[in-house]
């Protein structure tokens, strides 16, 4: 490699899924096309609705000796920031439909918040959005600024989930969550519906068949999103990888285990969308069969990767990347330094890679930082 710091790069832990059993039907069942077909029919309809870019990784693909590294960035999707703007907003249409002067209510760590509070304020609905302690003031501004009213709550995103639950029942308000529970399936299934939208465009992006997919999970929507969007837009079923962080691999812990794994968080990942304890029952229906592999990364290059996205290293445009897109980058070139990841998966100067920028700067003064910092690093 041409650049000797990214040798350096480690996966701290790695997992094969010994269930893998690809299934386009099995995945179609839990997301149906006729939810998939909708959630594209409604947001390309939007009038700022433009596909995001899928830009190519070229220094860093010749600089690890892939093929093509295809890196869909996700800072550009409507102004929100991250590819939570296609579940939130696309969920509130659908379950609003014909209903007038009613409430949305969401519980939120930011981004998901923002969608819902977007696509509320473009239906002049009302909303109300609880987040926890930990939420940036950052980020309450910019739902705050989308019309929602933003309630915080002393505690965890547990904590703001029950608070929102409880008033959401007394006040008959309707609540956009994304993530599943017992009786709580339609929304987060809309959510994932509205994620699938990236792969539909990355199909008129590329003519290349994408042979690895590497997807970052919290709970598992977006990953479980853009699978069902894989099976049911790719001709090619490509090998699937998640990332997650280490403090926070619930996907990872329940693949070991073949089911539901709940585990509990020691330290907050500064991957913060990801650092969730438990995958989402939808989601967990749809990744349990159909990923080849699991990996977690440590907090330790999260700086670097985002001052070397927007600082020309990996390609020769500028690329707005926060801590939520860096996994992807990271989990690849450690990949390549791993000989028995690198081979299992088989990567190599035939492989066309996808990476999933997930957010840009959605939080600014944590971006600024993360970047401040990791310019000193490179
Ligand atoms: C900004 C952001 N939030 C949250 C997540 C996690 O999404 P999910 O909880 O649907 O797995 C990601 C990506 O994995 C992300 O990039």
Request: glycine share 6%; aromatic share 8%; with cysteine.
């Amino acid at each position: 490699m041409g650049n000797p710091d990214l040798l350096n790069w480690k996966i701290s832990n790695f997992l094969t899924n010994k269930n893998l059993d690809f299934n386009r039907q099995e995945i179609l069942k839990v997301l149906p096309d006729k939810f998939i077909d909708d959630a594209y029919n409604t947001i390309s309809s939007w009038p700022s609705y433009k596909p995001t870019p899928l830009i190519t990784l070229d220094k860093l693909s010749k600089n690890i000796n892939i093929k093509n590294i295809f890196y869909k960035d996700e800072s550009k999707r409507f102004g929100l920031k991250s590819f939570k703007a296609l579940g939130g907003a696309y969920a509130v249409e659908y379950i609003s439909k014909g209903k007038k002067n009613i409430t949305i209510s969401t519980a939120t760590a930011g981004n998901h918040g923002r969608s819902v509070a977007w696509g509320s304020q473009r239906l002049n609905l009302k909303c109300k959005i609880f987040i926890s302690e930990f939420v940036s003031e950052y980020r309450a501004n910019e739902m705050k600024k989308l019309g929602a009213d933003v309630i915080r709550v002393k505690g965890n995103y547990e904590a703001s989930l029950k608070e929102c639950l409880e008033q959401s029942k007394k006040n008959s308000w309707h609540i956009v969550q994304d993530v599943a529970w017992e009786n709580y399936e339609l929304v987060p299934k809309l959510t994932m519906a509205g994620y699938s939208v990236m792969v539909k465009e990355i199909t008129s992006q590329t003519d290349q068949y994408i042979t690895h997919v590497f997807l970052q999970a919290g709970v598992g929507g977006m990953a479980a999103g853009t699978i069902a969007g894989i099976a049911k837009y790719f001709k090619k079923i490509p090998k699937i990888i998640i990332v997650e962080p280490e403090t926070a691999d619930c996907v990872l812990r329940s693949v070991e285990n073949g089911a539901l794994k709940k585990i509990e968080i020691k330290k907050e990942s500064i991957m913060g969308g990801m650092s969730c304890g438990e995958v989402s029952l939808i989601p967990w229906k749809i990744i349990k069969n159909s990923v080849n592999m699991c990996l977690s990364i440590s907090d330790d290059n999260i700086a670097k990767t985002v001052a070397m996205l927007a600082n020309f290293n990996f390609s020769d445009e500028k690329i707005i990347g926060g801590e939520c897109s860096a996994p992807g980058i990271i989990s690849l070139i450690a990949s390549c330094n791993n000989k028995d990841i690198k081979e299992e998966l088989e990567l190599d100067k035939n492989s066309n890679v996808l990476l999933m920028g997930c957010e840009g700067n959605a939080d600014e003064n944590l971006y600024n930082q993360l970047l401040s910092q990791g310019m000193e690093q490179i």
